[in-house]
């Protein structure tokens, strides 16, 4: 099995910042995809922002100049750095790894989810 952790969500005013980190463990030979993605109530979840093990990047345009992806594959960590916050950033955050376990079985783990609220 691969658990994922997370941490870093909280309450911050508008134009604060926040970095959420997602740690990954368990039965893990290569980690490709790693991501965060949001869900706000009532809405479906979205993506926030990807990062491949080629360090390629993908990103909603709503987040754009203001949030970074970045992974550190020795821990099994992936980050996101969030700036310039606003009060619609407020959500729930997931992180999601993707990778091979050590039997070369595909896996596709969700983390727990953090909450993110931006208000005054």
């Known amino acids: 099995q691969v658990q994922l952790v997370e941490s870093g969500g909280g309450l911050v005013q508008p134009g604060g910042s926040l970095r959420l980190s997602c740690a990954a463990s368990?039965?893990?030979?290569?980690?490709?995809?790693m991501g965060w993605y949001r869900q706000a109530p009532g809405n479906e979840r979205e993506l926030v922002e990807a990062?491949?093990?080629?360090?390629?990047?993908n990103y909603a345009d709503s987040v754009k100049g203001r949030f970074t992806i970045s992974r550190d594959n020795a821990k099994n960590t992936v980050y996101l750095q969030m700036n310039s916050l606003k009060s619609e950033d407020t959500a729930v955050y997931y992180c999601?790894?993707?990778?091979?376990?050590?039997?070369?079985?595909?896996?596709?783990?969700w983390g727990q989810g953090t909450q993110v609220t931006v208000s005054s």
């Open positions: 999601n790894v993707a990778g091979f376990r050590y039997n070369w079985v595909r896996f596709d783990s």
């Open positions: 368990g039965s893990i030979r290569k980690i490709n995809d």
């Open positions: 990062i491949t093990s080629n360090v390629m990047t």
